[in-house]
C-alpha cells in the first residue's frame, strides 16, 4: 500500500492544503492541521465549516508555519495574508471571513488560535485516513463522480481492496517511518453535500453510502502511537494488534 495524497487543512471548515511530507508526534496531529477557527471549540455547527456555510469551500488557505503567515484566497482573486499567531493578524483575518461570508456571519465571530489544540470533530488528536479504492467502488456504485476533497482527509492511499480498512479497527499501521492505531471509521456528516469546484451542495453522500452499504463511513480515524516521518509515496502497512 502506499501513500498518494497527502493534506492538511490549517483553517477548520476551509480547503485543504496539499504537502508532501509531514514530521508527527505521538498523541498529536500533522503540525498545523485545524489549528485555527472561527470560532471557539464547540459542537461543529458553531463553527465555519461545511455544513453550515457551503461557499467556504471556494476560499484557498495555506499556511507558512516559519512566518506564521496564513493565506486565504477567495474565488473573486480577494486575498488576505496575515500572522494567523497574533490578535492583530487574527484580527485581519476574522474581517476578511466575516466579508467573505456576508449575511451568512453570524454576530462578530473571533478568528482564534490556541497553540497546542486542534479544532476537529473530536477531543482526540488523530489523522483520517481514506482508500482510494473505497472512494472508486463508491462511486461505481452512484454512477457518479464525488471529489475527494469532499471528505477533508488528510491521508489517501492505494493498495488495498476497497473496504478493507474498516477491518483494521483496533490495529497498528506503518505509516511511513511513523506507527499509528486505527481507533473508529469515519462517521460522514452533511459537509459532504458541498462540491468542492463549484460550491453547490449537489449530492447526498450520507444517504447515499446508507443505501448502497448500509452505514455512513468513509475512511478512519488513527491516532500516532510512534513518531516519526511519512511522505507521498511512502509505504502503509498493517502491523496487526
Request: hydrophobic share 40%; aromatic share 8%; proline share 5%.
Amino acid at each position: 500500500m502506499r501513500i498518494e495524497y497527502l493534506y492538511r487543512f490549517p483553517v477548520k471548515g476551509l480547503t485543504a492544503e496539499a504537502m508532501e511530507a509531514a514530521e508527527v508526534e505521538a498523541g498529536e496531529a500533522i503540525p498545523w492541521d485545524r489549528a485555527f477557527a472561527l470560532p471557539e471549540w464547540r459542537h461543529k455547527s458553531q463553527f465555519l465549516c461545511l455544513m453550515k456555510n457551503a461557499k467556504v469551500s471556494r476560499l484557498s488557505s495555506a499556511f507558512d508555519e516559519r512566518a506564521g503567515v496564513l493565506t486565504i484566497r477567495a474565488p473573486d482573486g480577494q486575498v488576505v495574508m496575515a500572522c494567523g499567531l497574533n490578535e492583530p493578524g487574527r484580527e485581519a483575518i476574522g474581517e476578511f471571513l466575516v466579508d467573505y461570508l456576508g449575511d451568512e456571519a453570524i454576530g462578530t465571530p473571533r478568528f482564534v488560535h490556541v497553540p497546542g489544540h486542534t479544532f476537529a470533530d473530536q477531543r482526540t488528536k488523530v489523522i483520517s485516513l481514506i482508500n482510494l479504492a473505497s472512494l472508486r467502488n463508491y462511486e461505481e456504485k452512484v454512477g457518479g463522480r464525488r471529489h475527494r476533497r469532499r471528505f477533508r482527509a488528510n491521508v489517501w492511499f492505494t493498495g488495498a481492496p476497497a473496504w478493507q480498512e474498516r477491518t483494521w479497527i483496533g490495529q497498528r499501521i506503518q505509516l511511513g517511518g511513523a506507527v499509528l492505531r486505527v481507533i473508529k471509521g469515519t462517521t460522514r456528516c452533511a459537509a459532504t453535500e458541498v462540491n468542492p469546484e463549484t460550491g453547490e451542495r449537489d449530492a447526498n453522500p450520507v444517504e447515499e453510502l446508507r443505501s448502497l452499504y448500509g452505514h455512513t463511513e468513509l475512511g478512519v480515524h488513527a491516532e500516532v502511537v510512534e513518531p516519526g516521518r511519512f511522505a507521498v509515496g511512502d509505504g502503509l502497512q498493517v502491523l496487526g494488534p
